[in-house]
C-alpha cells in the first residue's frame, strides 16, 4: 500500500526565545550576532508546545520545506524532523558575502540539529594567503583577518636580524672507550675497604679520607705479615 502524503506544517511559535537563545548562545556557542541574523528571517525560532528550538530549510523561493526540533533542556536529548519533511531542502544557508565568519552556523542533515565546524581546517591553515592572520583574544572566538605587515606600517628596525650560519661545523667524534676513560679520570670513583685492603692503597690521602668519614669506623692498623716457617 501507498503511503499517504503528510502535509508539511512548521510547529507553533513561541512568543519568546529566551530557551532557545539560552541553549544556543551557552550550551552550543553560537554567535548572537549569527543567531540574531537566523532569527530575524524566522529561520530559527522556539516552539510553542515544547519549547523546542526549531530549525527551518526554505527552498530557492524562500518557502518552508523542511523543520527540525532539538530539545532546548540541559539533560534533554531529543532530536527529530518535522512530518512532511523534504530532506533536499533541510536547514542551510549559502552565504555570498566575503566577510570572514567566525562562528559557524552549521547545516544540518536529516538526523542531525548542529554540527559544529572548526574555524579553519589543516588544508585551510597550509593554503592560507600571504597577508591573512587567525587573530586569537582571551574571551573571544578566533577570527581569521587580513592585516598589514609591519613595514608596511612605517617600523624599522635598527640592525637587521641576522641568524648565524652554523651548517658547516667541525663535528669530533669519540669513542666509547675515550669517553669512558675520560668520565674515569675526571670523576674517579671512591674504592671500598675490599679494594684498599687488597691494593694497599690506604695510606693515600684521598683513600684515607673515606675511611675515616665512614660512621663506626675501626681504627686503622698496620698490616700484619705472616710469620715465615723455619726449616
Known sequence: MLKEAVTFVLPPRSDTMR???????HHRGIDREVLDAFAQRGMVYESSDYHNAVFV?????GQPKHAHKRG???????????????????????????RPCWTCFPMTTRQSGLL???????????????????VMKTGCRPMRVRLKLFFHWGIQFGEPY??????????????????????????????????????????????????????GAPERRPLRTAPSKEN
Not at 530557551?19 to 548562545?25: C, E, F, T, W
Not at 533541510?90 to 552565504?95: A, E, R, T, V
Not at 588544508?123 to 591573512?132: I, N
Request: hydrophobic share 30%; net charge neutral.
Open 19 to 25: 530557551r532557545v537563545y539560552g541553549y544556543l548562545l
Open 162 to 215: 641576522a641568524v648565524p650560519e652554523q651548517g658547516s661545523r667541525r663535528v669530533a667524534y669519540a669513542s666509547k672507550s675515550e669517553l669512558v676513560e675520560a668520565i674515569c679520570g675526571k670523576y674517579p670513583p671512591p674504592p671500598t675497604q675490599m679494594q684498599q685492603e687488597r691494593v694497599g692503597c690506604e695510606d693515600l690521602p684521598w683513600a684515607r679520607a673515606v675511611v675515616d668519614k665512614r660512621p
Open 72 to 98: 532546548t533542556g540541559s539533560e534533554s536529548t531529543y532530536k527529530g524532523n518535522v512530518p512532511g519533511s523534504q530532506p533536499e531542502y533541510s536547514f542551510h544557508w549559502m552565504g555570498t558575502s566575503s
Open 57 to 61: 530549510g526554505v527552498d530557492p523561493q
Open 116 to 134: 559544529e565546524r572548526p574555524l579553519m581546517t589543516p588544508d585551510e591553515l597550509k593554503a592560507m594567503p600571504r597577508g591573512q592572520f587567525v
